[in-house]
Nanobody, 125 residues
């Protein structure tokens, strides 16, 4: 069965960096659209970054563009999110998401993806 397990969260100072990892099992990473979403306390969930099937189309939320980089390691079947110049507004629980049918053609929302990890906490102060 499909499983997504995040790691790499923690506490970091303003301006610092973190790299989140999402180990995928039960499917081949490159055959699904995958991404990251986050939810801060008292706020709605937000799609942060998405790689659509094929790997050629990548989407970033405006709030993280030029600071965050999503990248897959297909050999390890692991998805990463490198986060630079972190800000207190980036404090949230970050979840890895995946979906076999989502595509750039429909601009599928990562919040609607079928599979979710349990999340990892990132705190910036």
């Amino acid at each position: 069965h499909v499983q997504l397990v995040e790691s790499g969260g923690g506490s970091v100072q303003v301006g610092g960096s973190l790299r989140l990892s999402c180990a995928a099992s039960g499917f081949t990473l490159s055959s699904y659209s995958t991404g990251w979403v986050r939810q801060a306390p008292g706020k709605e969930r937000e799609g942060v970054a998405v790689i659509y099937i094929g790997g050629g189309d990548i989407y970033y939320a405006a709030s993280v563009e030029d600071r965050f980089t999503i990248s897959p390691d297909n050999a390890k079947n692991t998805l990463y999110l490198l986060m630079n110049r972190l800000d207190p507004d980036d404090t949230a629980t970050y979840s890895c998401v995946a979906d076999p049918g989502a595509s750039i053609a429909t601009m599928a929302d990562p919040l609607d993806f079928a599979y979710w990890g349990q999340g990892t906490q990132v705190t910036v102060s």
